[in-house]
C-alpha cells in the first residue's frame, strides 16, 4: 500500500472533514483530484468506512479507471466501491432494479451511432428527409422533450405495450413527435435506454419506490464528487436524492474550469451549495502545486478578464521557469515546422517525446501537425480520436478519389454503398461471386451487371455515372475532391446525421489538396496527390512508448503535462467561430485557461496567418491579447497591422466582450493619449455602438475608435461638456 503523502494544511481539513456537507472551491492544479482520492483512502484506511459503502463521482469513464486505480493503491483493496461516472453508477441500478422498469437486466445502453440507427429506421418509415431534420437536432431535440417538454415521458417507454407505443408514433402529425415516439418504439422494441434514460429512469424508481429508494440511500453513507462545476440538473437531483439518509456529502469543483455549458453544466449548483445545503462547511485551495508561477501568471491574467466570475488569483511556492513562450508563423504549414523545431529543443533540453503535449481546440487542428511529424519522423499519439488520415470520412474520401483511377476493389466496396444506393449484402455478394468466375474485378463486374434485373432496384447507375464522369484530368485536384463529394451525395449524407466534425474534417482535407498543389505546381495532379497521400494514409502503427501526445482542450480537462503546445490560437479558432455570446465567449475563455493551466514547467502558446475553412484572413486571438506581452516572451512577435486588425475585427462584435462600466467611459472634451496617433481630445461618445470620435492633435481628420481601443485617460473634460 502507498504511503499518505504531505498535504498541505487546507487538504488535510478536506480530507478529515468527513461528516456533513463539504464544498471544496479550488484551482487548477491545486490538488482536488488529489485530496479526493486521500480522502476515500481516510475514509477506508483510518475510519474503517467499507469501500462499498462511497460512492465517488467522476466525469469521464477514463477518470473513474485512474482514481480506481489510484485509490487501489491507497487502500490495497480490489473492491473499490462504485467509482463511476454518473451514467456508469446509473447503469449499474437498472441493472439490479430492471424488474422496476419491466426491461431486462440485459438492456443495452445506446450512443450516437445507436440512436442514428434507429432514427434511420423512423425517417425511412416516415419518409423524413435532413430538410425536416439532421440526426443531430433529432437527438438534441429528443434531449429536450425528454428532460423539459414531456418529463412524464417515462411512462410511454415503461408502462405502453410494444402495440399501443406503435400506435402513438403512427398517429403523430408534427415532425417532433414523429420522430419522438418512433424512437421510443425502436428503444422500447431494442430494449435500449440512452445516456438520460438512466438518470431519469433511476430517479422514477427512487421516486415510486420508497424501499428501493432507502436500500440505495443506506448502502451509500458517503458520497463524493470531482468536477462539480460541470454537473447539469439531472446529476444534481440524483445526487441529491441519493445522499438523503447520511447527508454526508462532499463536491470539490473550480468554477474558472466550467467547460460543458453547451451540454447542460450549471456552475450555479457549485455556487450555490451552501445555500441549498445550509451547513456546509466550505474549503478553498488556492495554491498550485502543478505549474511555474510564469505559466500561472499568463493563466490568471487570461482568466480575469472573464466578467462572470469570482475573483480568485492562483499562486505557487514552485521554482521559476522560463516565460511563456508565444510563437507567430505566416502560415499553418510553418507553424507544424516550427513545432518540430521547437520539439527538438526540447529534446535536446533533456525532455522527453512523452513530456510534450500538443493541445488544439477541434481535432481537424491536428493534420497539418500530423503531416510534418510524419515526414519528420516525430512519434506521436492521438488521444480520445483517430490520426487524421485515418478517420472515416476521409478514408471514404480518398477512396472515392482512388476509384477515379485504379478502380480497385477496396476502394470500390468502401464507396459504392456509401452513400446507402441499395447495394446490401446479398447484391455484393453477388458482384463478387461474378467477379471471380469471370475473373475481372467488381468494379467490372457491376458494370456488366448494372441493366439486370438484380440491380434494377438500385442507384448503381448514378455510381457508375459518378466514377465515369469525373473528368478530372484537366480540373485541380480541389476542384475534383469537391465535386465527388457533392455529387455522390456524401457530404449530405453528413448532414444528414448533423456530423459538423466529420464536415469540419472534410474542409480541413480540401484545403490540404489545395496547400499540395499550390507546393507542387504543374506536378500536382491526382495521381502525384495519391502518391503523396499514401505515406500517410499506409503509416505504421507500431506502438511506441516515447510519444508526443495530442488532443483536444476538452479531453485534456483533469491531466497534466511537463511541456504543453497550445496551436491553432487564432480568432475563429479558439475562440470557436461559433462563439455568439458573451456567456459562451467567457466558456471558451475557461478553456483556453484549462488548456494552460495543465502546462508544469513550459507552455507554448502557437498562431499562424492564413486562411479560415471560410475564407476569412486569420488573426491571432483574443486570449494572447489578454495575456499582458511582459509575461509573454514572443518569437517572432506578429507584425503590428496584424494586431491592430485583431483588435479591431474583437471590438467589431462588442457583445462579445464585457460590458463596460459607465464610469469608465470617456466623455466629450477628455483628453486622451493613443500608442500611435498619440494625443487627442474626444469630441463624441457614442453609447449604442461603444466608440468615440477623436480628433487627434496630428491628423487632419478625425477617426472613431472603439470604447475598448487602449487610449489613457491624461485629463477631463470641464463638467459642462459631460454627458447627462
Ligand atoms: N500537497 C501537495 N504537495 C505536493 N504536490 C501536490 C500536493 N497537492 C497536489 N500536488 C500535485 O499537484 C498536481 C496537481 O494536482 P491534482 O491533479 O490533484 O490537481 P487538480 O486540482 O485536480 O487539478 P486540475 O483541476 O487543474 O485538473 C499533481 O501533480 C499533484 O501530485
Known amino acids: 500500500m502507498e504511503q499518505m503523502p504531505v498535504l498541505n494544511e487546507k487538504q488535510l481539513e478536506a480530507v478529515e472533514q468527513s461528516e456533513g456537507y463539504v464544498r471544496v472551491v479550488a484551482g487548477a492544479g491545486s490538488g482536488k483530484t488529489r485530496t479526493l482520492a486521500y480522502r476515500f483512502a481516510y475514509l477506508v484506511n483510518e475510519l474503517g468506512i467499507l469501500p462499498s459503502s462511497i460512492l465517488c463521482v467522476t466525469f469521464t469513464n477514463k477518470s473513474a479507471n485512474e482514481m480506481r486505480n489510484r485509490i487501489h493503491r491507497l487502500i490495497g483493496d480490489a473492491d473499490t466501491g462504485y467509482i463511476s461516472t454518473f451514467h456508469g453508477f446509473c447503469n449499474t441500478v437498472l441493472k439490479e432494479e430492471a424488474n422496476a422498469i419491466h426491461f431486462p437486466k440485459s438492456f443495452m445502453v445506446l450512443d450516437n451511432a445507436d440512436i442514428d440507427s434507429m432514427l434511420k429506421i423512423v425517417y425511412e418509415q416516415r419518409g423524413l428527409t435532413s430538410r425536416d431534420m439532421t440526426f443531430s437536432k433529432a437527438r438534441d431535440m429528443i434531449e429536450i422533450q425528454k428532460i423539459d417538454r414531456k418529463p412524464d415521458y417515462y411512462y410511454d417507454l415503461i408502462s405502453l405495450s410494444l402495440d399501443q407505443l406503435y400506435e402513438k408514433y403512427a398517429r403523430a402529425i408534427e415532425t417532433d413527435d414523429i ?50 462545476q460541470d454537473i447539469d440538473s439531472l446529476q444534481y437531483r440524483l445526487m441529491n436524492v441519493l445522499q438523503g439518509y447520511h447527508k454526508n456529502l462532499f463536491v470539490v469543483g473550480d468554477p474558472d474550469q466550467t467547460i460543458y455549458t453547451w451540454r447542460g453544466a450549471n456552475v450555479r449548483f457549485l455556487l450555490d451549495f ?93 493534420r497539418t501537425l500530423e503531416d510534418e511529424f510524419l515526414q519528420q519522423e516525430i512519434p506521436y499519439t492521438i488521444y480520445s480520436g483517430v490520426p ?94 469537391s465535386g465527388l463529394l457533392d455529387h455522390s451525395g456524401y457530404e449530405a449524407m453528413l448532414r444528414l446525421q448533423g456530423a459538423q466534425d466529420r464536415l469540419d474534417n472534410l474542409a480541413e482535407l480540401k484545403q490540404s489538396v489545395s496547400e499540395f498543389e499550390r507546393n507542387s505546381g504543374e506536378e500536382g495532379d491526382l495521381e502525384q496527390y495519391l502518391n503523396h497521400i499514401a505515406l500517410f494514409t499506409a503509416s505504421d502503427q507500431e506502438m ?168 489613457k485617460k491624461i485629463g477631463t473634460a470641464p463638467k459642462s461638456m459631460g454627458l447627462n
Open 274 to 366: 451552501d445555500q441549498n445545503y445550509p451547513q456546509t462547511k466550505t474549503i478553498y485551495l488556492n495554491e498550485n502545486y502543478r505549474s511555474t508561477p510564469q505559466i500561472l501568471e499568463a493563466a490568471n491574467k487570461l482568466i480575469a478578464v472573464n466578467y462572470n466570475r469570482l475573483p480568485k488569483d492562483l499562486y505557487t511556492k514552485n521554482q521559476a521557469g522560463p516565460n511563456v513562450h508565444a510563437m507567430h508563423f505566416e502560415d499553418t504549414a510553418k507553424e507544424a515546422k516550427g513545432i518540430v523545431e521547437v520539439i527538438h529543443h526540447l529534446l535536446h533540453k533533456g525532455y522527453e517525446y512523452r513530456d510534450i503535449a500538443i493541445l488544439y481546440r477541434a481535432h481537424y487542428l491536428s
Open 544 to 711: 511506441q512508448s516515447q510519444k508526443v501526445k495530442m488532443m483536444t482542450v476538452h479531453t485534456a480537462k483533469g491531466l497534466e503535462f511537463p511541456v504543453v503546445i497550445l496551436v491553432g490560437l487564432s480568432e475563429n479558432i479558439f475562440p470557436s467561430k461559433q462563439t455568439r455570446t458573451l456567456e459562451q465567449m467567457e466558456e471558451e475563455r475557461r478553456l483556453a485557461f484549462v488548456a494552460l493551466t495543465r502546462a508544469q514547467k513550459e507552455l507554448y502558446l502557437s498562431e499562424s496567418e492564413g486562411l479560415l475553412a471560410n475564407g476569412g484572413f486569420r488573426y491571432p486571438s483574443r486570449f494572447l491579447c489578454d495575456i499582458d506581452e511582459p509575461i509573454l516572451n514572443w518569437h517572432p512577435k506578429p507584425a503590428e497591422d496584424l494586431l491592430i486588425h485583431t483588435r479591431a475585427s474583437v471590438n467589431s462584435r462588442p457583445a462579445l466582450q464585457r460590458p463596460l462600466n459607465q464610469n469608465e467611459l470617456l466623455m466629450p472634451g477628455d483628453r486622451v493619449e493613443h500608442k500611435i496617433f498619440g494625443m487627442g481630445s474626444v469630441i463624441e461618445t457614442d453609447l449604442e455602438k461603444l466608440s468615440y470620435l477623436i480628433h487627434f492633435d496630428k491628423l487632419d481628420t478625425v477617426r472613431r475608435l472603439s470604447a475598448k481601443a487602449n487610449l
Open 388 to 481: 487524421f488520415f485515418q478517420r472515416m470520412e476521409i478514408k471514404d474520401a480518398l477512396a472515392y478519389l482512388r476509384m477515379l483511377i485504379f478502380k480497385d476493389d477496396l476502394d470500390f466496396q468502401r464507396t459504392v454503398n456509401t452513400p446507402k444506393r441499395n447495394i446490401g449484402t446479398s447484391r455484393m455478394k453477388f458482384l463478387e461471386e461474378y467477379a471471380i468466375s469471370h475473373q475481372i474485378s467488381l468494379w467490372e463486374s457491376l458494370k456488366e451487371n448494372a441493366e439486370t434485373e438484380m440491380f434494377k432496384k438500385t442507384r448503381v447507375n448514378e455510381y457508375i455515372e459518378l466514377i465515369e464522369s469525373e473528368n478530372w484530368k484537366d480540373r485541380s485536384v480541389t476542384e475534383v475532391l
Open 179 to 228: 420522430i419522438f415516439y418512433g424512437y421510443l418504439y425502436q428503444q422500447k422494441k431494442n430494449f435500449g435506454l440512452d445516456y438520460n434514460d438512466l438518470i431519469i429512469l433511476s430517479l422514477f424508481i427512487f421516486k415510486e419506490n420508497d424501499e428501493i429508494r432507502l436500500k440505495w440511500q443506506e448502502r451509500l453513507e458517503y458520497i463524493m464528487i470531482d468536477e462539480f
